[in-house]
C-alpha cells in the first residue's frame, strides 16, 4: 500500500456558485462532488498526494480559485 496523504475541504451555499466551484475544483489530485438539496448546494473535494508539501501546494491553490470565484 502507498503511504499517502488526504484532505477534505466541505463547501454549501447557492448552486450557482456551486458549479463554479465544481468547476475549479476539477484538477488533478482533487475528487469533487456536488450535490443540491432544497435549493442548496454541498461541495466536498478530497485532494490526495503521496508527499504532504505538493498536498498543501494543490489546497493552496485550490483554495485561493475559490476565494477568487467567491469574490466576483
Do not use: Y
Not at 450535490?35 to 485532494?47: F, I, P
Amino acid at each position: 500500500m502507498v503511504e499517502g496523504h488526504t484532505v477534505t475541504v466541505e463547501w454549501s451555499g447557492d448552486p450557482s456558485l456551486g458549479t463554479l466551484f465544481l468547476a475549479a475544483a476539477s484538477r488533478p489530485h482533487c475528487k469533487a462532488t456536488l450535490k443540491e438539496h432544497g435549493g442548496e448546494a454541498s461541495l466536498t473535494v478530497q485532494v490526495h498526494h503521496t508527499s504532504l508539501q505538493e498536498l498543501r501546494n494543490i489546497v493552496d491553490e485550490l483554495m485561493v480559485a475559490l476565494a477568487d470565484l467567491e469574490g466576483e
